[in-house]
C-alpha cells in the first residue's frame, strides 16, 4: 500500500487530463453512495448526478475546456444532501459524492487548483469514516482491507493513468478496467 504523501505527490505529477480522468474516476466510484441514499430517503436526484458525470467522461474524451462547469454546479447544488436533515449515516456517504462531484467541477475551470488531491482524499476520508462507523474508533485502518483497497485502487489508478496517453481510447480502457463492475468506494453496489 502506497504511502498518503506518495499518493498525493503521483497525483500531483499526472497532467492536467490525466487528473481530471482520475478524478472522474473516483467520483463514479462514490457515486453508488449517493444512489442508494437517495432511494432510501426518497430526496435527491441521482440521475443529475448521473448525467454530470456522463457529461465530464464525454467532454473528457473530446475538450475538456468545453465541460460548462458552472451549469452543471447549479444542478449539482440543489442535489447536495444537508447532515442536519437526516439522522443517519447514509447522508454522509451521499454529500462526499455531492461534494466530489462539485470539486470535479472545479477541476475543469482551474487546471492548476487541488481539486485531484482534494477528491482523492475526500474518497480516502469517506472509507475511513464507514470503517470507524461499522467497526468502531480503535480500528487499524492502514490494515483494514476496505482502506488498504482504496489505497491500492487509487495507485494503480494513478500509475495506470500515467503509463497512457491522452485520447478517447484511453477513457474507454479506463471505464473498463476500473469501473466495471461498479463498485462504490465502500464496498457497495447499486444492485445490491
Known amino acids: 500500500m502506497a504511502s498518503a504523501n506518495t499518493l498525493n505527490q503521483q497525483i500531483r505529477e499526472l497532467s492536467h487530463w490525466h487528473q481530471l480522468a482520475f478524478s472522474i474516476a473516483l467520483c463514479e466510484r462514490m457515486l453508488p453512495n449517493y444512489q442508494l441514499f437517495s432511494e432510501a430517503v426518497a430526496w435527491g436526484d441521482a440521475a443529475t448526478l448521473t448525467n454530470s458525470l456522463n457529461a465530464a467522461w ?6 475538456p475546456s468545453q465541460f460548462n462547469h458552472e451549469r452543471w454546479q447549479e444542478k449539482l447544488a440543489e442535489n447536495i444532501p444537508d447532515p442536519e436533515d437526516y439522522d443517519m449515516y447514509g447522508v454522509w456517504p451521499a454529500m462526499d459524492a455531492a461534494t466530489a462531484l462539485d470539486t470535479l467541477f472545479s477541476l475543469f475551470a482551474e487546471p492548476k487548483g487541488p481539486a485531484a488531491l482534494e477528491i482523492s482524499r475526500l474518497s480516502r476520508h469517506c472509507v475511513k469514516q ?5 467497526e468502531g474508533e480503535d480500528v487499524e485502518l492502514k490494515t483494514h482491507p476496505l482502506m488498504q483497497y482504496e489505497f ?3 495507485s494503480e489508478l ?5 503509463d497512457h496517453a491522452k485520447s478517447p481510447n484511453t477513457v474507454s480502457q479506463l471505464r473498463k478496467e476500473f469501473l466495471s463492475p461498479l463498485i462504490s468506494n465502500l464496498g457497495l453496489s447499486i444492485e445490491e
Open 58 to 63: 464525454d467532454a473528457l474524451r473530446t475538450k
Open 130 to 134: 464507514y470503517i470507524q462507523i461499522t
Open 152 to 154: 491500492d485502487m487509487q
Open 158 to 162: 494513478v500509475e495506470w493513468l500515467a
